[in-house]
């Protein structure tokens, strides 16, 4: 299993044994690196997950569709627009 699974799987296993969807925040840095941090509304444990992990962590929340992470019906997963200095 790579690291992006294991990182999914944990937040699944913690937010899936509650029945629960967690919150998402996204946080970004001027040099467009950014990460994305799911908190349990329940004990407020948070998570830390890359891009990647994140982009996987919406996918088996989908397949799942009990818990996990919910972008809301019909909402695609966030996309920020290009920063200009790196293009």
Same mark, same amino acid.
Not at 24 to 51: G, Q, S, Y
């Given at each position: 299993?790579? +690291?992006? $699974?294991? +990182?999914?799987?944990?937040?699944?296993?913690?937010? @899936?044994?509650? !029945?629960?969807? !967690?919150?998402?925040?996204?946080? @970004?840095?001027?040099? /467009?690196? @950014?990460?994305? +941090?799911? &908190?349990?509304?329940?004990?407020?444990? &948070?998570?830390?997950? &890359? #891009?990647? #992990?994140? $982009?996987?962590?919406?996918?088996?929340?989908?397949?799942?569709?009990?818990? !996990? +992470? $919910?972008?809301? #019906? !019909?909402?695609?997963?966030?996309?920020?627009?290009? /920063?200009?200095?790196?293009?």
């Amino acid at each position: 299993m790579d +690291v992006a $699974a294991h +990182v999914v799987e944990q937040v699944l296993a913690h937010l @899936c044994g509650k !029945g629960l969807y !967690g919150d998402v925040t996204e946080w @970004c840095e001027a040099r /467009n690196d @950014c990460v994305f +941090v799911v &908190t349990c509304p329940d004990c407020r444990c &948070t998570f830390t997950l &890359t #891009e990647e #992990e994140f $982009a996987l962590l919406v996918r088996r929340s989908q397949e799942v569709q009990a818990c !996990g +992470v $919910a972008l809301g #019906e !019909g909402w695609p997963p966030p996309v920020r627009p290009l /920063n200009p200095f790196f293009l």
